[in-house]
T-cell receptor, first 114, second 113 residues
Framework: AQSVSQHNHHVILSEAASLELGCNYS??????LFWYVQYPGQHLQLLLK??????LVKGIKGFEAEFIKSKFSFNLRKPSVQWSDTAEYFC????????????FGGGTRLMVKP | GAGVSQSPRYKVTKRGQDVALRCDPI?????LYWYRQALGQGPEFLTY????????KSGLPNDRFSAERPEGSISTLTIQRTEQRDSAMYRC???????????FGQGTRLTVV
C-alpha cells in the first residue's frame, strides 16, 4: 500500500528564514503529489500539486516543491517565510494502483517567530 | 454549491449513541473521501466513493463505522454505539475526477462524552 512520510514533525523558524519540509512516498509507479496547508482553525487548502511535466512546481504564497523521482521525494520549499505561514503542512499522494485514493502524511507543524 | 459542506460542524454525543455525519460535495464531483483527523496528526483515510460506489473502505476502524452515497452526491458517515475513542475531526473531501486535487470541507468535530 502507498504511504507518505513527513520526517519533520515540528519546525520553528524566524521570519525571513528559508524553509524546506521533507516528504517521501513509497510507490514506484506514476504518482500525483500534493501539498496542503491547514491554518489554525481552518480547513485543508491546496498549496500546490504535481501531475506531470516540470518537476519543479510553483504554488501559492511563494511556495514551491520539487519532485525527485529517484528519491521518491516531493519536498516543499519557501525562500523566506513569514509569520503568516504558521500552519500545519501535509503532503499527499495518489497512485495509479490505488485508483483515486488520496493518502496523507502525518503533517509538519510550522511555527514562524516574528 | 460553492464548496464542500459538512454538517453538523460540531457534535457532542453520549457514549453509546449513534451519530450521522453529512457531507455535501461540490456539484458534479466524482470522488468523495472521508478522513478522520486526530489533533496533531495527518488525515487518516476512512473510505471513498466514485459516484455511488464505495471503492475502498479499508480505513474504517471497525464495523460500527459505515458510509453511503446512495445517489452519487451527498454522503453520510454513520458511527454506531459511539465510544470516546471516536472523538476526532471528521473531514470530507471531493475531487472532480482523477488527476485533480481534492477540495475539503470544514469538518465535523465529534466529541463523545
Amino acid at each position: 500500500a502507498q504511504s507518505v512520510s513527513q520526517h519533520n514533525h515540528h519546525v520553528i523558524l524566524s521570519e525571513a528564514a528559508s524553509l524546506e519540509l521533507g516528504c517521501n512516498y513509497s510507490y514506484g509507479g506514476t504518482v500525483n503529489l500534493f501539498w496542503y496547508v491547514q491554518y489554525p482553525g481552518q480547513h485543508l487548502q491546496l498549496l500546490l500539486k504535481y501531475f506531470s511535466g516540470d518537476p519543479l512546481v510553483k504554488g501559492i504564497k511563494g511556495f514551491e516543491a520539487e519532485f525527485i523521482k529517484s528519491k521518491f521525494s516531493f519536498n516543499l520549499r519557501k525562500p523566506s517565510v513569514q509569520w503568516s505561514d504558521t500552519a500545519e503542512y501535509f503532503c499527499a499522494v495518489t497512485t495509479a494502483n490505488a485508483g483515486n485514493m488520496l493518502t496523507f502524511g502525518g503533517g509538519t507543524r510550522l511555527m514562524v517567530k516574528p | 454549491g460553492a464548496g464542500v459542506s459538512q454538517s453538523p460542524r460540531y457534535k457532542v454525543t453520549k457514549r453509546g449513541q449513534d451519530v450521522a455525519l453529512r457531507c455535501d460535495p461540490i456539484s458534479g464531483h466524482v470522488s468523495l473521501y472521508w478522513y478522520r483527523q486526530a489533533l496533531g496528526q495527518g488525515p487518516e483515510f476512512l473510505t471513498y466513493f466514485n459516484y455511488e460506489a464505495q471503492q475502498d473502505k479499508s480505513g474504517l476502524p471497525n464495523d460500527r463505522f459505515s458510509a453511503e452515497r446512495p445517489e452519487g452526491s451527498i454522503s453520510t458517515l454513520t458511527i454506531q454505539r459511539t465510544e470516546q475513542r471516536d472523538s476526532a475531526m471528521y473531514r470530507c473531501a471531493s475531487r472532480p475526477r482523477k488527476n485533480t486535487e481534492a477540495f475539503f470541507g470544514q469538518g465535523t468535530r465529534l466529541t463523545v462524552v
